[in-house]
């Protein structure tokens, strides 16, 4: 595997389910984050994580809960969500937090239903 | 503050004219301004860079235009292709505090007609 993976690729889910989103990185990179991507809106930043450490949490419903146990894995841990958090949802990296390349994974596509 | 505004929304060119989306930003600290595509089923990646400190950066068939006393910068796509078809979003940062979080644009879906 090479540059930043994602499982599942797809998801649906419903209201009362609990999954988790997986990611990955390969390039040895420090910061990782979890953008939100939804049909003609900016992507939303919602967790940024350096050094194992979260940064970073945007006003993300506690609904949202995200682990990084090590520099290399990312998880997303979904529960109770609602059908508005239907999105596409992508990880990143990246070598550093300001002004670095963020190079991000082929994203989660969740539907709730 | 933090808007990156970008425009079109939609663009469709015919195979070899000149691709422009625009983009204008308000926070003044920002001074990183990248560009990334987007292809369906993928993720976004890195197309081109520029820093405030020069006003146009090529790279191969792609250009960033900056101003920096409009706020406003742009990309060109020379000699378009049907391979260009892609979402483009523009972004931008800066390096102080809570300035280094990428504030991106709503994306602008180009079409290349072969």
């Known amino acids: 595997e090479t540059g930043v993976t994602q499982t599942p690729r797809h998801l649906v889910m419903g209201m009362t389910n609990k999954k988790s989103l997986k990611c990955e990185q390969h390039?040895?990179?420090?910061?990782m984050y979890w953008y939100k991507q939804s049909a003609k809106k900016p992507l939303e930043l919602m967790f940024v994580?350096?050094?194992?450490?979260?940064?970073e949490n945007n006003s993300v419903p506690s609904r949202f809960s995200p682990e990084c146990p090590n520099s290399s894995h990312l998880f997303l841990h979904l529960h109770t969500l609602q059908p508005e958090d239907s999105a596409l949802y992508l990880c990143?990296?990246?070598?550093?937090?300001?002004?670095?390349?963020?190079?991000f994974g082929p994203g989660t596509r969740l539907t709730v239903l | 503050q933090q808007q990156v505004k970008q425009s079109p929304q939609s663009l469709i060119v015919q195979k070899g004219g000149i691709s422009i989306i625009n983009c204008a930003y308000e926070?003044?600290?920002?001074?990183?301004f990248p560009w990334y595509q987007q292809f369906p089923g993928k993720g976004p990646a890195l197309l081109i860079a520029?820093?405030?400190?020069?006003s146009e950066k090529k790279e191969g068939r792609f250009t960033i235009s900056f101003n920096k006393s409009a706020k406003q910068f742009s990309l060109h796509i020379m000699d378009s292709q049907p391979g260009d078809s892609a979402t483009y979003f523009c972004?931008?940062?800066?390096?102080?505090?809570?300035?280094?979080?990428?504030?991106f644009g709503k994306g602008t879906l180009l079409t290349v007609n072969p």
């Open positions: 990143a990296s990246s070598q550093g937090l300001a002004q670095y390349e963020q190079f």
């Open positions: 390039l040895g990179h420090n910061a």
């Open positions: 994580y350096s050094l194992e450490e979260r940064v």
């Open positions: 520029i820093r405030p400190d020069v």
């Open positions: 926070n003044t600290a920002f001074d990183y």
């Open positions: 972004a931008a940062s800066g390096s102080g505090g809570s300035n280094y979080k990428l504030t």
